[in-house]
């Protein structure tokens, strides 16, 4: 039995820290507030921290059908999927192969990661022997910052989630992916529609229900997406006929947010530094670098009194948000610790987690209430992505935030799951485009 204790300071110390990371019900308002100005001068191609990214999609009408292969690139694995589409709000996925995608590819040359990517297609198509001599079209998820420049088309703006794979940025990715499928040999495919994950998320929840209106991701990054009235989109030059559209806020690089020492020393050592600010409070990538942080300081002020905490927990990005859920939860990444230093620990991960979801919350009520000032109608709001689904509380403490601020009108308000949405999301918004007659094109014609 361990019997270390944490020094007569621990608990000034754990007041401090709960001070700083505090997100009160004031500051959830100014939250607000500052989410709205950015959103209205990111909407007029205002410079602000919030991109707005027109997507070129609207909701579908749940009767779209078809078959459509999938690829999904966003994060530590690449997903292809094949998914059928009955007309009827069902989106079946019934084929689906997950790769990883390893650190070497995500920092290495861009070609060698499309290469890979395209690899993945071919080896899905062996795997599930579908014929190459067919033609298909595929829908390609990738989830990073897009300019999109039509329906299938769009250059990366910026790498995020420690991606760094060189001469992608600045280019379109559907073309880099097209090149590298026929490099690969696979000439039939026709990519036909590139969407943000957010955007597949809310299309494959708002397929079936129709009053979903956001779209959220809350995982290794975090980033939300929601249907606007092509009138508010001012930056849009030729707005055409339609009259909604969804947009990709790209919200991971909001930066009108109380910031603290640990944001400051996180994002300077980070690899995209001045970049991502809600990002690196809120998302799974993050929060255990953070909690780690928080710890290490707490040993170098010897509030902690054990010894092997300070190898275990010098080393950046060791303890991950993973380890977080797994303390939180009630069990420990190691076994050698005394009873004092387990709450310590978990009181520490309560704080920090506590603060990614009141954030992710404000944000959540400040799109909300940007479509529907008074909160009159009913939204759903398709959520994906492992904090959301697996940090124990995270989800209760997002709707404190929307019981705080809005009482009884906050049942209005449906979290809904879309676990893995993305990927059939594209595929739904292949069918539509064809239903819709959007021009997709095709590069090697
Ligand atoms: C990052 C990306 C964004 C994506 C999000 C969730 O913030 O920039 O495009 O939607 O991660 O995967």
Same mark, same amino acid.
């Given at each position: 039995m361990i019997n270390r204790k944490v020094s007569s300071d621990y608990d000034k110390f754990i007041s401090k820290v709960e001070k700083i990371f505090s997100v009160t019900p004031a500051d959830v308002k100014k939250i607000i507030d500052n989410f709205h100005q950015e959103m209205r001068r990111g909407l007029a191609g205002r410079g602000c921290s919030l991109k707005m990214i027109p997507s070129f999609v609207d909701r579908p009408a749940?009767?779209? !059908?078809? &078959?459509? /292969?999938?690829?999904?690139?966003?994060?530590?694995?690449?997903?292809?999927?094949?998914?059928?589409?009955?007309?009827?709000?069902?989106?079946?996925? $019934?084929?689906?192969?997950?790769? #990883? #995608?390893? !650190?070497?590819?995500?920092?290495? %040359?861009?070609?060698?990661?499309?290469?890979?990517? =395209?690899?993945? *297609?071919r080896e899905f198509l062996a795997k599930n022997r579908i014929s190459l001599r067919k033609k298909y079209q595929l829908a390609f998820t990738f989830s990073f910052p897009v300019e999109q420049t039509g329906l299938a088309a769009g250059k990366l703006i910026i790498w995020t989630k420690g991606f760094s794979a060189s001469g992608v940025e600045g280019k379109d990715v559907v073309r880099l992916l097209d090149d590298a499928l026929w490099r690969s040999g /696979?000439?039939?495919?026709? *990519?036909?529609?590139?969407?943000?994950?957010? *955007?597949?998320?809310l299309v494959t929840k708002s397929y079936s229900d129709r009053s979903c209106d956001m779209g959220v991701i809350l995982g290794t990054g975090t980033?939300?997406?929601?249907?606007?009235?092509?009138?508010?989109?001012?930056?849009?030059?030729? &707005?055409?006929?339609?009259?909604? @559209?969804?947009?990709?806020?790209?919200?991971?690089? $909001?930066?009108?947010?109380?910031?603290?020492?640990?944001?400051?020393?996180?994002?300077?050592?980070?690899?995209? +530094?001045?970049?991502?600010?809600?990002?690196? @409070?809120?998302?799974?990538?993050?929060?255990?670098?953070?909690?780690?942080? #928080? *710890? $290490?300081?707490?040993?170098?002020?010897?509030? $902690?009194?054990?010894?092997?905490?300070? &190898? =275990?927990?010098?080393e950046e990005y060791s303890f991950r948000?993973?380890? @977080?859920? /797994?303390?939180? !939860?009630?069990?420990? +990444?190691q076994r050698d610790l005394s009873a004092d230093e387990r709450k310590a620990l978990k009181k520490i991960c309560d704080i920090v987690s506590l603060r990614s979801a009141r954030i992710a919350g404000g944000a959540i009520a400040a799109v909300l209430l940007w479509m529907d000032?008074?909160?009159?109608?009913?939204?759903?709001?398709?959520?994906?992505?492992?904090?959301?689904?697996?940090? +124990?509380?995270?989800?209760k403490n997002i709707k404190n935030v929307f019981r705080e601020l809005f009482g009884r009108r906050s049942k209005k308000i449906k979290l809904e799951m879309a676990k893995d949405g993305?990927?059939?999301?594209? %595929?739904?918004?292949? =069918?539509?485009?064809?239903?819709?007659?959007?021009?997709?094109?095709?590069?090697? !014609?």
């Amino acid at each position: 039995m361990i019997n270390r204790k944490v020094s007569s300071d621990y608990d000034k110390f754990i007041s401090k820290v709960e001070k700083i990371f505090s997100v009160t019900p004031a500051d959830v308002k100014k939250i607000i507030d500052n989410f709205h100005q950015e959103m209205r001068r990111g909407l007029a191609g205002r410079g602000c921290s919030l991109k707005m990214i027109p997507s070129f999609v609207d909701r579908p009408a749940g009767s779209e !059908a078809g &078959r459509c /292969l999938a690829l999904d690139l966003g994060g530590t694995n690449s997903r292809v999927l094949a998914a059928r589409l009955d007309g009827k709000g069902n989106a079946r996925v $019934f084929a689906v192969s997950k790769f #990883v #995608v390893s !650190a070497a590819l995500m920092r290495g %040359a861009g070609e060698a990661l499309f290469d890979f990517i =395209a690899g993945c *297609v071919r080896e899905f198509l062996a795997k599930n022997r579908i014929s190459l001599r067919k033609k298909y079209q595929l829908a390609f998820t990738f989830s990073f910052p897009v300019e999109q420049t039509g329906l299938a088309a769009g250059k990366l703006i910026i790498w995020t989630k420690g991606f760094s794979a060189s001469g992608v940025e600045g280019k379109d990715v559907v073309r880099l992916l097209d090149d590298a499928l026929w490099r690969s040999g /696979l000439k039939n495919i026709e *990519v036909v529609a590139l969407a943000n994950d957010t *955007v597949g998320t809310l299309v494959t929840k708002s397929y079936s229900d129709r009053s979903c209106d956001m779209g959220v991701i809350l995982g290794t990054g975090t980033n939300a997406c929601y249907v606007e009235k092509v009138s508010n989109i001012l930056k849009m030059k030729s &707005r055409g006929n339609r009259r909604s @559209m969804i947009i990709n806020m790209e919200w991971g690089n $909001f930066s009108k947010l109380r910031r603290c020492h640990v944001d400051r020393e996180l994002d300077r050592a980070s690899g995209n +530094p001045g970049r991502q600010y809600l990002e690196k @409070m809120v998302s799974g990538m993050y929060l255990g670098e953070i909690t780690r942080r #928080v *710890v $290490f300081h707490m040993i170098s002020k010897g509030v $902690f009194l054990g010894e092997g905490f300070e &190898r =275990a927990y010098s080393e950046e990005y060791s303890f991950r948000t993973e380890d @977080m859920s /797994l303390v939180a !939860a009630g069990g420990m +990444p190691q076994r050698d610790l005394s009873a004092d230093e387990r709450k310590a620990l978990k009181k520490i991960c309560d704080i920090v987690s506590l603060r990614s979801a009141r954030i992710a919350g404000g944000a959540i009520a400040a799109v909300l209430l940007w479509m529907d000032k008074e909160l009159r109608k009913r939204h759903t709001v398709a959520i994906d992505g492992s904090l959301f689904e697996k940090y +124990p509380g995270f989800e209760k403490n997002i709707k404190n935030v929307f019981r705080e601020l809005f009482g009884r009108r906050s049942k209005k308000i449906k979290l809904e799951m879309a676990k893995d949405g993305s990927g059939a999301g594209a %595929a739904v918004i292949a =069918a539509w485009a064809q239903i819709n007659h959007i021009s997709t094109r095709r590069l090697h !014609a």
